[in-house]
């Protein structure tokens, strides 16, 4: 068989399944989008720095933005880290594989271009089974960002990240729609406390809930050079972004209508849309007010208002709670 760039022959009748395909194409250093249940990601071998370079460059990411390791198992975890705090294992044995990063000391034979350097790396198991099915099926882990140019929105479905790297990878592995619809949680441990360094896919309560203790939350952009990830600019459509407080998108945006037509206002909401502005450009996130479909809906609905002929876009913030807090970051950090 032979795979060149995006062609792939096979002598005889042999029929390689997308699955092996991509271990394939990861076992030589290419680069394969892949399905996660939360975004899908770019990933490469982990353990290969040339591999991983690609990465940056396909995703036009600065150097000093390091990248989630991903595995298939907690006993793995020790592979890649090292002394690995009690709290870690903790949620470990009851989120993993799940939505879940969490930020521990790294072994010395992840290569530094993963890690930008840092002593510390983000290790995480996929619960998608086709991405576990993939992890398992290979001698190395995957080096995986979400698979979008550096912040634009993380893509949600494969023709998401077709739409955007398509022509720059070798392969885009279609596991269908994330379940999650956004980023995992990072949890990291700087001076021995379990912190909340982004919000995702896993809640602040479930995190509490099985430490059994208060957990401090640093998710901050600026004050927070210590994770690049949560950059202010993270996420962002390209069309100007506002977003409003709970429930204010009426008001907000009458402001919006003595300088724009209705037509040229796209509408993101949590539950309802506004009656003055038209039915096609307005996405719903959850009619039932479900924080949980809200966030799987989140950045798809983003990227169809960022796609339609409007000239901004109007949000809303939703309940702060459960994925609320996640859907509330990215609602933030996408506004202008
Ligand atoms: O759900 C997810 O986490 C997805 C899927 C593909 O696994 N991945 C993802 O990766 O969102 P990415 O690169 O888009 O965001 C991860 C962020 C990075 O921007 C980085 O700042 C932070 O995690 N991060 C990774 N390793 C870190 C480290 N050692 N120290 C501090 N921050 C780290
Ligand atoms: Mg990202």
Partial sequence: MIIEGKKMLTNSNELLSPLTLAQLLLARGDLVAIPT????????????????????????????????????????LARYAHSIPDEAYK????????????????????????????PTVGLRIPKHPL??????????????PSANPFGYISPTTAEHVRAQLGDAIAMVLDGGACSIGVESTIV???????????????????????????????????????????????YAPKKPFYVTTSGNLEAFSKGFLQKYAPEKI????FKAGLAHIPAENQLILSPTADLNEAAQQLFGAMRRLDNLPVRIIL??????????????????????
Avoid: C, W
């Fill in 37 to 76: 249940e939360t975004v899908y990601g770019l990933a490469a071998n982990a353990l290969n720095a040339q591999a991983v370079a690609k990465i940056f460059e396909v995703k036009k990411r600065p150097t000093f933005d390091p990248l989630i390791v991903h595995t298939y198992s907690v006993e793995q």
């Fill in 91 to 118: 949620l470990a044995e009851v989120l993993m594989p799940g939505a879940l990063t969490l930020l521990l000391p790294k072994q010395a034979h992840i290569p530094d271009i993963v890690t930008a350097g840092l």
């Fill in 131 to 144: 991405a576990l099915e993939l992890l398992h099926g290979l001698d190395f882990p995957l080096a995986a």
């Fill in 188 to 234: 990291g441990f700087p001076n021995g406390e379990p912190t909340i360094l982004r919000f995702g896919g896993i809640s602040l309560e479930e995190i509490e809930s099985i430490l059994g203790m208060v957990v401090k939350t640093f998710t901050h952009s600026v004050s927070n050079p210590s994770a690049p990830g949560m950059l202010a600019s993270h």
């Fill in 266 to 269: 796209g509408v993101l909401a």
């Fill in 315 to 336: 949000a809303e913030f939703v309940p702060q709670n459960g994925l609320g807090r996640a859907i509330n970051d990215r609602l933030q950090r996408a506004s202008v």
